[in-house]
């Protein structure tokens, strides 16, 4: 089905907001500083961990694509375990910025930028390995990005993400101060992913992983419970096996394979 000019007009204004808010954060960022998990709080890098962890050993000769690849953080890690990645992402800024963190990194001959619509993949059919998402999903219509997804991956590859959940109510409401104070767009706010979401992405694939990370661990973003943070991650370990957390959790990690055509 077409896209009426109603929704087309729409998805337009949606696009341009989500890149100028990321042309400003790249001209400040510049592709400066750590990448992969060492960017983030030590309380926060568990999913990111567990995803370089799947990553090594799997990445040797493959092409990879990082999906919404913003300022190439999470680009150098896969191109260091020996594979080909495209960064795909709507604003050229930040391409440049990963570009630069990539040279930085000595891994700029690994990584080729390409600038388009995460809805609209410039990609032939079946054409990568691996596809890396990080953060990515509550900025696109979902349908329409799992959609790409499965065309441009290979049969037996695989898509890995790391993501938010919008069940926390305390999370929530940062998210929506973030929004008033332009930090975020309207649409990211209003499409945080829910565990619904998940069950959409899943009937895309025939085989799905769902790891959730971080509830008690959010405290140890604080100084005065810093030191408390192996006990927090054990704790976790422990709450969010059970449906009645999971909801909770700040990011979870989707691992999913053998795309229905």
């Known amino acids: 089905m077409q896209p009426t000019?109603?929704?087309?007009?729409?998805h337009t204004v949606r696009k341009r907001a989500e890149q100028e808010r990321y042309?400003?954060?790249?001209?400040?960022?510049?592709?400066?500083?750590?990448?992969?998990?060492?960017?983030?709080?030590?309380?926060?890098?568990?999913?990111?961990?567990?995803?370089?962890?799947?990553?090594?050993g799997r990445c040797q000769g493959a092409t990879l694509l990082d999906y919404g690849s913003g300022q190439g953080i999470h680009s150098v890690a896969p191109a260091k375990y020996g594979g080909d990645v495209v960064q795909l992402d709507i604003s050229p800024a930040s391409l440049l910025a990963g570009a630069h963190r990539a040279r930085q990194e000595s891994v700029l001959s690994r990584c080729r930028p390409v600038a388009g619509d995460c809805e609209r993949l410039p990609f032939e059919d079946a054409t990568f390995d691996i596809i890396i998402s990080s953060g990515t999903f509550s900025c696109l219509d979902l349908q329409a990005a799992c959609s790409e997804l499965v065309r441009v991956l290979k049969p037996e590859g695989h898509l890995i993400a790391v993501d938010t959940l919008?069940?926390?109510?305390?999370?929530?409401?940062?998210r929506r101060l973030r929004g008033v104070r332009g930090e975020r767009t309207r649409w990211e706010v209003e499409h945080v992913l829910r565990l619904q979401d998940l069950e959409t992405m899943k009937r895309f694939f025939r085989?799905?992983?769902i790891h959730h990370f971080d509830l008690l661990t959010l405290a140890c973003t604080f100084r005065p419970f810093e030191r408390l943070l192996p006990l927090a991650r054990k704790i976790d370990r422990c709450l969010l096996r059970t449906p009645l957390f999971r909801p909770f959790a700040f990011k979870f990690v989707a691992i999913l394979s053998e795309p229905r055509s």
């Open 5 to 10: 000019a109603e929704g087309t007009r729409e």
């Open 23 to 56: 042309e400003r954060q790249a001209a400040v960022g510049r592709g400066m500083g750590p990448s992969g998990s060492d960017f983030f709080h030590p309380a926060l890098r568990g999913p990111y961990l567990f995803v370089e962890d799947w990553l090594r």
């Open 207 to 209: 085989c799905a992983e």
């Open 166 to 174: 919008g069940h926390n109510p305390l999370l929530n409401a940062r």
